[in-house]
């Protein structure tokens, strides 16, 4: 006997199997529905903003002598590898850099294409920009920007930092990280030729004002903030040049000979030129200045200009007038073999290291130092970057020379309050360094300053055999990346 559900049940499932489509395809349809969309301006908006990132400030306005933080002795085009991004790390945040409310809003990393660049040595009379790169068309992540708000924005050139600075991490995090020597580029520091991939960051502090901005719509519910203000990035490192102008190459001796002053005939024959007291411990991602100085006590301010009292200052500067604590360095100037693992030699420069600088002279580059200053108080100069210039001294009599041996010539170089030239003293290799000490008193006298070229020409050795150099402090210049879009 087979049981059947009564006429109304059967119904009522036919019933129920033919709606259960249709409620199926309602509640997908719910589920799927658009957000809803918003106005230009709001948050929520689909967008895109773009950037125009300049490294360096470099400005047609300079001095021959720089004094307090004026920018130098013109402008540098830098060669392709000191100028080449390969893509940015942009911060945003609210309020002051120095609150401890203050957190990362929006962190991302975009890649960079080139667009053009400007030749390297490039004066000042072209106002080219030094590069220009783009990363092409980026679409932000709805919500992730309110473009009714005013934000501050640090960037980060050529390193990812958006997983070191997460959404929310504390803005005193990004302020007060610092970097070891090592990472400030990619490539051997003993072979300055093969490096690369600068680490660079902002300069001055920008502020992006999204309300301020009249955005263009571009395709179907996205907005367009062009932001035409630069944001001004620069090189963590400095660079060490050495000018070979009033020489001539002597290939029998490989080495630049020079002349000896008065009617002797002699010649100085420069083989070797090594930067020493690289210093070699951190240097902060930020760019910190010590406003007036009022005994040792360092306080700071952040990302703006070098000023006749404001004056830039490295993690350890205010323990260097302490003779008993020594900052680290890859080269100390009192280790003679540790000095000359970092000699460039004359004959052997790489072509790379090479290059006719903005004054028409062939430089060398021999070093690229971590920013390194002194308190004014320091009467140690020996914790100061400098430079030691190697050469054999050759006496004339008649037609004949002759090798009167090894010299070495070292003096400390300087950014603040530096005169033009200066007298290197003689140094024989039985010797150190043991009169390096006493100072002009004024605030980095001594010192070496990021995205600074130190470069140091041999202007004569007179027949005292004391050598005149000239100091010139160029500005790395900028160069602008066109439109940013992110």
């Given at each position: 006997?087979?049981?059947?559900p009564?006429?109304?049940?059967a119904?009522?499932?036919?019933?129920?199997?033919?709606?259960?489509?249709?409620?199926?395809?309602?509640?997908?349809?719910?589920?799927?529905?658009?957000?809803?969309?918003?106005?230009?301006?709001?948050?929520?908006?689909?967008?895109?903003?773009?950037?125009?990132?300049?490294?360096?400030?470099?400005?047609?306005?300079?001095?021959?002598?720089?004094?307090?933080?004026?920018?130098?002795?013109?402008?540098?085009?830098?060669?392709?590898?000191?100028?080449?991004?390969?893509?940015?790390?942009?911060?945003?945040?609210?309020?002051?850099?120095?609150?401890?409310?203050?957190?990362?809003?929006?962190?991302?990393y975009?890649?960079?294409?080139?667009?053009?660049?400007?030749?390297?040595?490039?004066?000042?009379?072209?106002?080219?920009?030094?590069?220009?790169?783009?990363?092409?068309?980026?679409?932000?992540?709805?919500?992730?920007?309110?473009f009714?708000?005013?934000?501050?924005?640090?960037?980060?050139?050529?390193?990812?930092?958006?997983?070191?600075?997460?959404?929310?991490?504390?803005?005193?995090?990004?302020?007060?990280?610092?970097?070891?020597?090592?990472q400030?580029?990619?490539?051997?520091?003993?072979?300055?030729?093969?490096?690369g991939?600068?680490?660079?960051?902002?300069?001055?502090?920008?502020?992006?004002?999204?309300?301020?901005?009249?955005?263009?719509?571009?395709?179907?519910?996205?907005?367009?903030?062009?932001?035409?203000?630069?944001?001004?990035?620069e090189?963590?490192?400095?660079?060490?040049?050495?000018?070979?102008?009033n020489?001539?190459?002597?290939?029998?001796?490989?080495?630049?000979?020079?002349?000896?002053?008065?009617?002797?005939?002699?010649?100085?024959?420069?083989?070797?030129?090594?930067?020493?007291?690289?210093?070699?411990?951190?240097?902060?991602?930020?760019?910190?200045?010590?406003?007036?100085?009022?005994?040792?006590?360092?306080?700071?301010?952040?990302?703006?200009?070098?000023?006749?009292?404001?004056?830039?200052?490295?993690?350890?500067?205010?323990?260097?007038?302490?003779?008993?604590?020594?900052?680290?360095?890859?080269?100390?100037?009192?280790?003679?073999?540790?000095?000359?693992?970092?000699?460039?030699?004359?004959?052997?420069?790489?072509?790379?290291?090479?290059?006719?600088?903005?004054?028409?002279?062939?430089?060398?580059?021999?070093?690229?130092?971590?920013?390194?200053?002194?308190?004014?108080?320091?009467?140690?100069?020996?914790?100061?970057?400098?430079?030691?210039?190697?050469?054999?001294?050759?006496?004339?009599s008649?037609?004949t020379?002759?090798?009167?041996?090894?010299?070495?010539?070292?003096?400390?170089?300087?950014?603040?309050?530096?005169?033009?030239?200066?007298?290197?003293?003689?140094?024989?290799?039985?010797?150190?360094?043991d009169?390096?000490?006493?100072?002009?008193?004024?605030?980095?006298?001594?010192?070496?300053?990021?995205?600074?070229?130190?470069?140091?020409?041999?202007?004569?050795?007179?027949?005292?055999?004391?050598?005149?150099?000239k100091?010139?402090?160029?500005?790395?210049?900028?160069?602008?990346?066109?439109m940013?879009?992110?």
């Amino acid at each position: 006997m087979t049981c059947k559900p009564p006429r109304a049940i059967a119904a009522l499932w036919l019933s129920v199997a033919l709606l259960l489509p249709v409620l199926s395809s309602c509640y997908s349809y719910d589920e799927e529905l658009p957000a809803e969309s918003v106005g230009s301006g709001a948050v929520g908006t689909d967008g895109y903003i773009n950037l125009t990132i300049s490294v360096s400030n470099g400005t047609a306005y300079t001095r021959a002598l720089p004094l307090g933080g004026e920018n130098g002795d013109g402008r540098e085009a830098g060669l392709e590898r000191e100028n080449s991004v390969s893509g940015i790390t942009l911060i945003l945040y609210k309020g002051a850099l120095t609150s401890s409310e203050s957190k990362v809003d929006f962190v991302a990393y975009y890649p960079t294409t080139l667009t053009s660049r400007d030749d390297p040595g490039t004066p000042y009379a072209d106002k080219a920009d030094e590069a220009s790169y783009t990363t092409g068309n980026q679409r932000l992540d709805r919500g992730s920007i309110d473009f009714s708000a005013t934000y501050h924005a640090i960037v980060i050139a050529n390193r990812d930092m958006s997983a070191t600075f997460p959404k929310g991490t504390p803005i005193s995090s990004v302020r007060d990280h610092q970097f070891s020597y090592s990472q400030l580029f990619d490539g051997s520091a003993t072979s300055p030729s093969t490096c690369g991939n600068f680490l660079m960051t902002s300069e001055n502090d920008a502020v992006i004002d999204f309300s301020s901005i009249t955005p263009t719509r571009i395709g179907d519910n996205a907005d367009l903030y062009s932001i035409s203000d630069a944001i001004r990035i620069e090189r963590l490192a400095a660079r060490i040049d050495f000018c070979t102008a009033n020489a001539t190459w002597d290939a029998t001796r490989s080495g630049y000979a020079y002349t000896v002053g008065g009617s002797t005939g002699d010649l100085f024959v420069v083989t070797k030129v090594t930067p020493f007291n690289i210093y070699n411990e951190t240097e902060y991602l930020l760019k910190r200045l010590q406003d007036t100085w009022t005994g040792t006590t360092i306080t700071t301010t952040y990302l703006t200009d070098e000023t006749t009292d404001s004056y830039v200052v490295d993690p350890k500067t205010s323990q260097k007038d302490n003779v008993l604590t020594i900052p680290q360095y890859l080269c100390p100037l009192a280790s003679l073999s540790t000095l000359h693992s970092y000699e460039q030699t004359m004959g052997t420069i790489a072509p790379e290291a090479k290059f006719t600088d903005a004054d028409g002279n062939l430089s060398i580059i021999v070093g690229y130092p971590m920013e390194n200053t002194l308190m004014p108080t320091s009467h140690l100069k020996k914790y100061a970057t400098g430079l030691a210039i190697t050469g054999h001294y050759y006496s004339k009599s008649g037609s004949t020379y002759t090798d009167q041996g090894e010299r070495i010539y070292y003096g400390y170089l300087r950014h603040q309050g530096e005169s033009t030239t200066a007298t290197y003293k003689a140094w024989k290799q039985d010797q150190l360094a043991d009169d390096a000490i006493g100072s002009d008193g004024t605030p980095m006298n001594f010192g070496i300053v990021r995205n600074n070229i130190y470069r140091v020409s041999i202007e004569g050795i007179n027949s005292e055999s004391n050598m005149t150099i000239k100091i010139k402090v160029k500005k790395w210049d900028k160069f602008t990346h066109s439109m940013i879009y992110m």
